[in-house]
């Protein structure tokens, strides 16, 4: 069974997490969640108020992670989800983090990032020349990371599919299971060729 490795922390917003973790189990995936040590997260839920500048944050569901991102190979996973949320903004300092977005782009490997995510993949010096969509507020955030913003549901650029926020997720998902359909047939040279 193909993996797949979630990239979040205490803070991260639940239905960004979520959402990938159950699709991608529906598809047939196995999907582990890394965080800066394996222990039990607290998610948190982002909303929009009338009246609010910003959106507002309560408590979410709590979930363990699987595995600690010193622990992780990232060789053994088919793709990476980066969801939003506040985790981003402090997972972006660890170098394990980083490390293993870098191999998912050095290696063309499926990479999904939504709302907050992209500041994991600014920092890791990945967005260089691509274009990105992100929450629009990190607009600033993705040109600093050498990066194109796009305000798009579904912003493809190569093995990067990137979004604003979870409003997204139908468009978002859509086009990461793609890229996902792709990658197996890649990752299955010799079995695409024997039943085509």
Known sequence: MDKIIILTGDAAETLEVFYPYQRLREAGYEVHIAAPEKKKLQFVVHDFVDGFDTYTEKLGHMWD???AFKDVNPADYL???VPGGRAPE???NDEDAKRIVRHFFETNAPVAALCHGPMLLAAAGVLQGRTSSAYPA???DVELGGGTFENGAAVVDGNLVSGRAWPDHPE????F???LDDARVQSRPVEAAATA
């Open 138 to 140: 990190l607009k600033l």
């Open 79 to 81: 793709a990476v989800v």
């Open 90 to 92: 402090y997972i972006r």
């Open 177 to 179: 299971m793609k890229l």
């Open 65 to 67: 992670a699987d595995i």
């Open 172 to 175: 978002w998902m859509r086009e």
